[in-house]
Protein backbone atom coordinates (compact mmCIF):
# COMPACT_ATOMS: atom_id res chain seq x y z
CA UNK A 1 0.00 0.00 0.00
CA UNK A 2 1.46 3.29 -0.78
CA UNK A 3 0.58 6.37 0.61
CA UNK A 4 -1.87 7.45 -2.68
CA UNK A 5 -3.79 4.12 -2.44
CA UNK A 6 -6.80 2.46 -0.37
CA UNK A 7 -6.58 -0.61 1.66
CA UNK A 8 -8.28 -2.09 -0.51
CA UNK A 9 -11.29 -3.59 1.58
CA UNK A 10 -13.90 -1.67 3.33
CA UNK A 11 -14.08 -2.57 7.01
CA UNK A 12 -17.39 -3.52 8.66
CA UNK A 13 -17.72 -4.10 12.30
CA UNK A 14 -14.79 -3.34 14.26
CA UNK A 15 -11.24 -2.29 13.20
CA UNK A 16 -7.91 -2.94 14.84
CA UNK A 17 -4.69 -0.97 14.70
CA UNK A 18 -1.40 -1.93 15.88
CA UNK A 19 1.22 0.40 14.79
CA UNK A 20 4.42 2.46 15.80
CA UNK A 21 3.30 5.31 14.04
CA UNK A 22 0.08 6.39 12.54
CA UNK A 23 1.33 9.66 11.19
CA UNK A 24 -0.17 9.01 7.66
CA UNK A 25 -2.67 11.57 6.98
CA UNK A 26 -4.38 9.45 4.38
CA UNK A 27 -4.27 6.17 6.67
CA UNK A 28 -5.88 9.11 9.33
CA UNK A 29 -8.18 9.75 6.99
CA UNK A 30 -9.27 6.45 6.42
CA UNK A 31 -9.74 5.29 10.31
CA UNK A 32 -12.01 8.24 10.43
CA UNK A 33 -13.91 7.58 7.74
CA UNK A 34 -14.52 4.04 9.42
CA UNK A 35 -15.18 5.27 12.64
CA UNK A 36 -17.86 8.14 11.08
CA UNK A 37 -19.69 5.34 9.04
CA UNK A 38 -20.16 3.63 12.68
CA UNK A 39 -17.02 1.20 12.45
CA UNK A 40 -15.21 0.33 16.05
CA UNK A 41 -11.56 1.76 15.51
CA UNK A 42 -9.37 0.83 17.80
CA UNK A 43 -5.86 1.94 17.28
CA UNK A 44 -3.02 0.82 19.61
CA UNK A 45 -0.02 3.09 19.49
CA UNK A 46 3.51 3.59 20.63
CA UNK A 47 3.73 6.52 22.81
CA UNK A 48 7.40 6.59 22.36
CA UNK A 49 6.71 6.57 18.34
CA UNK A 50 7.31 9.87 15.84
CA UNK A 51 4.44 12.04 15.71
CA UNK A 52 2.01 9.61 18.78
CA UNK A 53 1.01 12.31 20.79
CA UNK A 54 -0.66 14.80 17.36
CA UNK A 55 -1.93 11.56 15.75
CA UNK A 56 -3.33 10.55 19.18
CA UNK A 57 -5.71 13.75 19.80
CA UNK A 58 -6.49 13.88 16.01
CA UNK A 59 -7.58 10.42 15.56
CA UNK A 60 -9.70 11.10 19.20
CA UNK A 61 -11.35 13.80 17.53
CA UNK A 62 -12.74 11.97 15.07
CA UNK A 63 -14.25 9.04 17.00
CA UNK A 64 -11.38 6.97 16.87
CA UNK A 65 -10.51 4.86 20.17
CA UNK A 66 -6.53 5.31 21.22
CA UNK A 67 -4.60 3.45 23.50
CA UNK A 68 -1.11 3.72 24.40
CA UNK A 69 1.00 0.52 24.24
CA UNK A 70 3.17 -0.39 27.17
CA UNK A 71 6.71 1.52 27.44
CA UNK A 72 8.01 -2.40 27.79
CA UNK A 73 8.34 -4.06 25.26
CA UNK A 74 8.46 -1.63 22.50
CA UNK A 75 5.94 -2.01 20.16
CA UNK A 76 7.32 -2.09 16.83
CA UNK A 77 4.09 -3.68 14.80
CA UNK A 78 2.16 -2.52 11.87
CA UNK A 79 -0.93 -4.36 11.80
CA UNK A 80 -4.76 -3.44 10.14
CA UNK A 81 -6.80 -5.95 11.25
CA UNK A 82 -10.56 -6.29 10.58
CA UNK A 83 -13.05 -9.20 11.52
CA UNK A 84 -12.76 -10.59 7.76
CA UNK A 85 -9.54 -9.44 6.72
CA UNK A 86 -5.76 -8.31 7.83
CA UNK A 87 -2.87 -6.63 6.75
CA UNK A 88 0.96 -6.87 8.69
CA UNK A 89 4.40 -6.07 7.54
CA UNK A 90 7.33 -3.77 7.90
CA UNK A 91 5.67 -0.86 6.55
CA UNK A 92 5.24 2.24 9.17
CA UNK A 93 2.14 4.12 8.75
CA UNK A 94 3.66 6.87 7.77
CA UNK A 95 4.32 8.84 4.29
CA UNK A 96 7.53 7.63 4.52
CA UNK A 97 6.71 4.17 5.49
CA UNK A 98 4.03 3.94 3.05
CA UNK A 99 5.97 6.00 0.23
CA UNK A 100 9.24 6.30 0.39
CA UNK A 101 11.22 3.53 2.07
CA UNK A 102 11.43 -0.23 0.62
CA UNK A 103 8.86 -2.33 2.86
CA UNK A 104 6.35 -5.19 2.45
CA UNK A 105 3.12 -5.85 4.35
CA UNK A 106 1.32 -9.09 3.46
CA UNK A 107 -2.57 -10.17 4.25
CA UNK A 108 -3.52 -12.17 7.07
CA UNK A 109 -4.38 -14.95 5.51
CA UNK A 110 -8.17 -15.96 6.97
CA UNK A 111 -7.05 -19.43 9.01
CA UNK A 112 -4.81 -16.66 11.25
CA UNK A 113 -7.64 -14.08 11.72
CA UNK A 114 -8.24 -16.08 15.11
CA UNK A 115 -4.66 -16.15 16.12
CA UNK A 116 -4.03 -12.67 15.07
CA UNK A 117 -7.42 -11.39 16.98
CA UNK A 118 -6.18 -12.77 20.11
CA UNK A 119 -3.13 -12.03 20.05
CA UNK A 120 -4.14 -8.15 19.46
CA UNK A 121 -6.92 -8.02 21.72
CA UNK A 122 -4.83 -9.02 24.04
CA UNK A 123 -2.27 -5.91 23.75
CA UNK A 124 -5.04 -3.67 23.65
CA UNK A 125 -6.06 -4.85 26.59
CA UNK A 126 -2.40 -3.78 28.23
CA UNK A 127 -2.99 -0.16 26.92
CA UNK A 128 -3.64 2.51 28.63
CA UNK A 129 -6.37 5.62 27.14
CA UNK A 130 -4.70 8.47 25.38
CA UNK A 131 -5.39 11.89 26.81
Known sequence: MSEGQSRGWVATGKLLVITNYATSYVVQDALAADAARGVTVDVLLNPLGYGAKGAASWLSNHRVHVRWA???????????LSSTEGLGGSANF???????NREMDAMVPASLLPAAWAWGTALWAKGTPAG
Not at 70 to 80: E, F
Open 70 to 80: PDSPYLHAKVI
Open 94 to 100: SYHGLSI
